[in-house]
């Protein structure tokens, strides 16, 4: 089932997975209109290609491993390791150990739904 906006309880089990690319999964979590919780798994090899939007988005790395590029600018990112990414700004990454991506959207991406 697509998880619905504002609602209170979202249990993980019954949140339907949409893919997001080649080797990509995710999931909306929970919403209103001001924020966005979505999770992202990667297999190895899985690229989130460069990209860019209007909101504002903190990317939490659970688990895996990530090179990620942000306005040109290329890490290695690890679990625990977090990125913010301003509205506007290009970036995009490559999944080099399979791993789960929690991203926050303020606001919400009308987009995802």
Same mark, same amino acid.
């Given at each position: 089932m697509k998880t619905e906006k /504002? /609602? +209170?309880?979202n249990f993980y089990e019954c949140i339907a997975q949409e893919k997001a690319g080649e080797g990509v999964v995710r999931r909306i979590l929970s919403y209103t209109d001001e924020l966005m919780v979505v =999770? /992202? $798994?990667?297999?190895?090899g899985a690229v989130g290609a460069l990209h860019h939007h209007p909101h504002? =988005?903190?990317?939490?790395? +659970?688990?895996?491993q990530f090179e990620f590029e942000i306005a040109g600018e290329k890490r290695i990112v690890n679990p625990g390791d977090s990125m @913010?990414?301003?509205d506007g700004v %290009? $970036?995009? #990454? +490559? #999944? @080099? %150990? %399979?791993?789960? @991506? @929690?991203d926050i959207f303020a606001p919400m991406? %009308?987009?995802f739904v």
């Amino acid at each position: 089932m697509k998880t619905e906006k /504002n /609602n +209170v309880w979202n249990f993980y089990e019954c949140i339907a997975q949409e893919k997001a690319g080649e080797g990509v999964v995710r999931r909306i979590l929970s919403y209103t209109d001001e924020l966005m919780v979505v =999770q /992202n $798994h990667f297999e190895k090899g899985a690229v989130g290609a460069l990209h860019h939007h209007p909101h504002t =988005q903190i990317t939490y790395v +659970v688990s895996g491993q990530f090179e990620f590029e942000i306005a040109g600018e290329k890490r290695i990112v690890n679990p625990g390791d977090s990125m @913010l990414k301003r509205d506007g700004v %290009e $970036h995009g #990454c +490559v #999944c @080099l %150990e %399979e791993g789960i @991506l @929690l991203d926050i959207f303020a606001p919400m991406r %009308e987009d995802f739904v």
